[in-house]
C-alpha cells in the first residue's frame, strides 16, 4: 500500500521504536511507516488503516505492538475476533494487562456479555491504571445492558469517577454512558442532567452529548443545504403556477407544447451516527 512521502516512520512513539529495533533498519524503517498510517487513518477510514496493519503484520508478526496496532485497526472495523486474537498475541509478548478491556469488549462484540462480565471481575482489573479500570467498568455497564439488566448497568456505572468534578480523559464518555443509560430507563429529567455534565467534560468533542440534551430539549436542527434547496424548489413550483394560470387565460394554440410537471431538483440526503 503506498505510503505519502511526508512519513518518515519517526512519528511512532519511542516504546514502539524500542520494540523496531529488534528488526534489521529497514524492515524497521517499513514496519514504522505501516504503524504511523494505521495512526492516522483509523478515525477517518477504518478499512485502509486495516489494511496498512495486514501489511505491518506481514512484516513484523512477532513485534508486539504491531499486534496490538493490528487488533485495534480490526476492531474499529468490528472484526472482533480477529481483533480478539491479536489483542491475545499482544498480551502474551508484552505481558501487560492494558488490553484487558479491550478483550472484554471484543467478547460483547462477539455476542458473549456472560464473558465479558466474568472478565470484569477477573484479578485482571486490579492491575489496571485508573483509565482502564473506568474503561472496564464501561465495558461491563454495556454488557449488562447487552443482557438486557438496565438497572445494573446503571449501577456498575456508579462510581467516584462518576461523582468526582475534576475532568479526566475518560469523564466524558463516562457520564455520557450513564446519561444514556438514564435516558433509556426512562428517567429523562436525570439523563438530561448527565448530558449536560458530559459537555462540560467533552472540550474535543468526543460524544454527541449536545446533540442528545438538544434533542431533549425538543430543539431540531435544519441542515442549510435541505433549506436552501426547499427554497429553489418552492420558487420553481411558484412559477410553474404562474404560468398555469397565465395559459389557462389565453387562447389555447393550436398545437399546445408539453410540460413535464413532474421533475423534481434533486435533494441532498443527510446520513445519519
Same mark, same amino acid.
Request: overall charge negative; some cysteine.
Given at each position: 500500500m503506498p505510503i505519502p512521502e511526508d512519513v518518515t516512520g519517526e512519528e511512532i512513539d519511542s516504546d514502539v521504536r524500542q520494540e523496531l529495533l529488534s528488526l534489521p533498519k529497514g524492515l524497521a524503517e517499513d514496519v514504522a511507516k505501516n504503524l504511523v498510517m494505521v495512526a492516522k487513518s483509523i478515525d477517518e477510514d477504518p478499512e485502509l488503516a486495516y489494511g496498512y496493519s495486514k501489511v505491518a503484520l506481514r512484516l513484523a508478526s512477532r513485534v508486539g505492538a504491531v499486534r496490538?496496532?493490528?487488533?485495534? %485497526?480490526?476492531?474499529? !472495523?468490528?472484526?472482533? *475476533?480477529?481483533?480478539?486474537?491479536? #489483542?491475545?498475541?499482544?498480551?502474551?509478548?508484552?505481558?501487560?494487562?492494558?488490553?484487558?478491556?479491550?478483550? @472484554?469488549?471484543?467478547? /460483547?462484540?462477539l455476542g458473549r456479555p456472560e464473558k465479558a462480565l466474568d472478565m470484569a471481575g477477573a484479578p485482571e482489573v486490579q492491575k489496571l491504571d485508573k483509565a482502564g479500570q473506568v474503561e472496564m467498568r464501561l465495558v461491563a455497564a454495556g454488557a449488562r445492558r447487552?443482557?438486557?439488566?438496565?438497572? %445494573?448497568?446503571?449501577?456498575?456505572?456508579?462510581?467516584? =469517577?462518576?461523582?468526582?468534578? *475534576?475532568?479526566?480523559?475518560? !469523564?466524558? /464518555?463516562?457520564?455520557?454512558?450513564?446519561?444514556? %443509560?438514564?435516558?433509556?430507563? +426512562? /428517567? +429523562? &429529567?436525570? %439523563? /438530561? =442532567?448527565? #448530558?449536560?455534565?458530559?459537555? =462540560?467534560?467533552?472540550?474535543?468533542? *468526543?460524544?454527541?452529548? *449536545?446533540?442528545?440534551?438538544?434533542?431533549?430539549?425538543?430543539?431540531?436542527?435544519?441542515? @442549510? #443545504?435541505?433549506?436552501?434547496? +426547499? &427554497?429553489? +424548489?418552492?420558487?420553481?413550483?411558484?412559477?410553474q403556477s404562474e404560468a398555469g394560470d397565465s395559459a389557462s387565460t389565453a387562447p389555447a394554440p393550436a398545437e399546445a407544447e408539453q410540460r413535464d410537471e413532474g421533475a423534481d431538483d434533486d435533494r441532498p440526503e443527510r446520513a445519519a451516527e
Open positions: 496490538e496496532a493490528a487488533g485495534f %485497526a480490526a476492531y474499529a !472495523t468490528q472484526r472482533y *475476533s480477529e481483533a480478539l486474537a491479536e #489483542f491475545r498475541a499482544a498480551r502474551r509478548m508484552s505481558g501487560s494487562v492494558e488490553l484487558w478491556p479491550m478483550m @472484554a469488549d471484543c467478547e /460483547r462484540g447487552d443482557m438486557g439488566q438496565l438497572d %445494573a448497568a446503571i449501577v456498575t456505572l456508579q462510581s467516584p =469517577e462518576l461523582a468526582s468534578s *475534576s475532568v479526566q480523559p475518560w !469523564t466524558a /464518555r463516562l457520564r455520557y454512558a450513564y446519561a444514556d %443509560a438514564l435516558l433509556a430507563a +426512562e /428517567r +429523562e &429529567d436525570e %439523563a /438530561r =442532567e448527565w #448530558f449536560a455534565k458530559a459537555i =462540560e467534560a467533552d472540550k474535543d468533542g *468526543s460524544t454527541d452529548a *449536545s446533540d442528545r440534551l438538544a434533542e431533549l430539549d425538543g430543539v431540531e436542527f435544519v441542515d @442549510a #443545504f435541505d433549506e436552501d434547496d +426547499e &427554497d429553489v +424548489e418552492g420558487d420553481g413550483d411558484e412559477a
